[in-house]
């Protein structure tokens, strides 16, 4: 007799790609990582304890968990650290779900989602999103008794769109308190607007929902996967006693301490990115490129309006060594993702995207005989849509976020 496996095959998770064959140090905008890198506080703190990795780490994590305490005036009883915030969402999933139990995710929601829940077991139900934003009827239409946890990242990836703190309370609401509801705060940091509030911010004290967040974005933290959930106290013991007893390497302990105290670097951060976000925005618009609002560090660019496809323009940007995101894997066949970068990487991403497209205007000139200004005119809606409209912001301001 052979051993059986489980098929896992259909879970796995693909990545955009990191490196273009016999290309060196391509600019890669596909995984929305920081765009300035971390902190050199943070940095700093990892290189000096590099003398002590022959030791185990905490296994608790304690120190961090203080400083998140004391950072984001939460009790320590209810905050958990993870190799990433997917260890908060596997742990979930593994003490939540039993075999055939339901999980609500979102039309287009962050892949990892649905891949744990597999994993431990469960059936996942897809709610549809409307114009790429998550649709709380339709989450609730999809409720049913066997429904045991809605996963919901705000602002969502790869979207880019989120849910004003309105309707999160009114999701929370009209879900069963015997329903789970995981929120992901991975972007949480770069959104300014006035009419968002994070999961952290919204659900404190409620034991039926689990909040994560990530040091791998504005913290620049990504190589040494590093996150954290916030849940009530008996959530939190119950991931403890199932979470692997070193789960976070004492390096990356110590370079998130730095990151969360650094908050002039979480400042620079988010000027910088609103300050290109804007630019993108700009020139999506003008290209006449379907995109959402500036919200977080990366916008999903839409051709389903145009001749040229998602392909040619991926292709056209390897060229270039620039890397993208290809959204296939969500469902997304001819739309790219891409990432706010550095002030060189953002100028060349830019340029060659204006380059793209100003071939394709010779090309459609040729064969159509029109000027490509006038072929677009005639493409492009007299205004913006009403998203543009509703949540596009010029100015930004920073310190509202940090006070």
């Given at each position: 007799?052979?051993?059986?496996?489980?098929?896992?095959?259909?879970?796995?998770?693909?990545g955009?790609?990191?490196?273009?064959?016999?290309?060196?140090?391509?600019?890669?905008?596909?995984?929305?990582?920081?765009?300035?890198?971390?902190?050199?506080?943070?940095?700093?703190?990892?290189?000096?304890?590099?003398?002590?990795?022959?030791?185990?780490?905490?296994?608790?994590?304690?120190?961090?968990?203080?400083?998140?305490?004391?950072?984001?005036?939460?009790?320590?009883?209810?905050?958990?650290?993870?190799?990433?915030?997917?260890?908060i969402?596997?742990?979930?999933?593994?003490?939540?779900?039993?075999?055939?139990?339901?999980?609500?995710?979102?039309?287009?929601?962050?892949?990892?989602?649905?891949?744990?829940?597999?994993?431990?077991?469960?059936?996942?139900?897809?709610a549809?999103?409307?114009?790429?934003?998550?649709?709380?009827?339709?989450?609730?239409?999809?409720?049913?008794?066997?429904?045991?946890?809605?996963?919901?990242?705000?602002?969502n990836n790869?979207?880019?769109?989120?849910?004003?703190?309105?309707?999160?309370?009114?999701?929370?609401?009209?879900?069963?308190?015997?329903?789970?509801?995981?929120?992901?705060?991975?972007?949480?940091?770069?959104?300014?607007?006035?009419?968002?509030?994070?999961?952290l911010?919204?659900?404190?004290?409620?034991?039926?929902?689990?909040?994560?967040?990530?040091?791998?974005?504005?913290?620049?933290?990504?190589?040494?996967?590093?996150?954290?959930?916030?849940?009530?106290?008996?959530?939190?013991?119950?991931?403890?006693?199932?979470?692997?007893?070193?789960?976070?390497?004492?390096?990356?302990?110590?370079?998130?301490?730095?990151?969360?105290?650094?908050?002039?670097?979480?400042?620079?951060?988010?000027?910088?990115?609103?300050?290109?976000?804007?630019?993108?925005?700009?020139?999506?618009?003008?290209?006449?490129?379907?995109?959402?609002?500036?919200?977080?560090?990366?916008?999903?660019?839409?051709?389903?309006?145009?001749?040229?496809?998602?392909?040619?323009?991926?292709?056209?940007?390897?060229?270039?060594?620039?890397?993208?995101r290809?959204?296939?894997?969500?469902?997304?066949?001819?739309?790219?993702?891409?990432?706010?970068?550095?002030?060189t990487?953002?100028?060349?991403?830019?340029?060659t995207?204006?380059?793209?497209?100003?071939?394709?205007?010779t090309?459609?000139?040729?064969?159509?005989?029109?000027?490509?200004?006038?072929?677009?005119?005639?493409?492009?809606?007299?205004?913006p849509?009403?998203t543009?409209?509703?949540?596009?912001?010029?100015?930004?301001?920073?310190?509202?976020?940090l006070?």
């Amino acid at each position: 007799m052979r051993l059986k496996l489980k098929n896992f095959n259909n879970l796995k998770y693909v990545g955009g790609l990191s490196q273009i064959k016999n290309i060196n140090n391509p600019i890669k905008l596909s995984a929305n990582e920081s765009a300035l890198g971390p902190s050199k506080k943070a940095i700093a703190a990892f290189i000096q304890h590099n003398k002590k990795i022959f030791r185990y780490p905490d296994g608790n994590s304690n120190d961090l968990i203080k400083t998140i305490s004391k950072n984001f005036k939460l009790n320590t009883n209810n905050i958990i650290v993870g190799n990433g915030s997917d260890e908060i969402i596997s742990l979930a999933c593994q003490l939540f779900l039993d075999r055939n139990d339901e999980v609500i995710v979102t039309e287009y929601s962050f892949l990892m989602f649905r891949i744990y829940a597999k994993i431990f077991g469960g059936k996942v139900i897809f709610a549809q999103e409307d114009d790429f934003k998550t649709d709380i009827n339709s989450i609730l239409a999809k409720v049913n008794p066997r429904t045991k946890i809605v996963f919901l990242a705000n602002p969502n990836n790869p979207t880019g769109t989120y849910l004003d703190k309105q309707e999160m309370m009114l999701l929370r609401k009209k879900l069963r308190s015997d329903i789970l509801l995981v929120i992901d705060d991975a972007y949480s940091e770069f959104v300014v607007n006035k009419d968002y509030a994070s999961g952290l911010d919204l659900f404190r004290n409620y034991n039926n929902v689990i909040v994560t967040r990530s040091f791998s974005k504005i913290y620049g933290l990504a190589g040494l996967r590093l996150g954290w959930g916030y849940a009530s106290k008996n959530i939190i013991q119950a991931m403890k006693l199932i979470k692997p007893p070193f789960n976070v390497n004492s390096a990356a302990q110590k370079a998130g301490i730095e990151a969360l105290n650094d908050k002039s670097w979480l400042r620079k951060n988010i000027d910088h990115n609103y300050k290109w976000a804007d630019i993108f925005f700009e020139n999506f618009i003008n290209l006449g490129i379907l995109t959402n609002t500036p919200v977080a560090n990366f916008f999903l660019m839409r051709f389903d309006n145009k001749k040229i496809t998602a392909d040619n323009v991926y292709d056209k940007f390897i060229k270039s060594k620039i890397i993208l995101r290809k959204m296939k894997g969500y469902g997304l066949h001819n739309s790219l993702r891409v990432t706010i970068g550095n002030n060189t990487e953002n100028n060349l991403f830019l340029k060659t995207l204006n380059k793209i497209f100003d071939v394709f205007s010779t090309m459609l000139t040729s064969q159509s005989g029109c000027a490509f200004a006038t072929c677009m005119a005639q493409k492009k809606p007299a205004a913006p849509p009403p998203t543009i409209k509703t949540f596009f912001i010029k100015k930004i301001n920073s310190k509202k976020y940090l006070n």
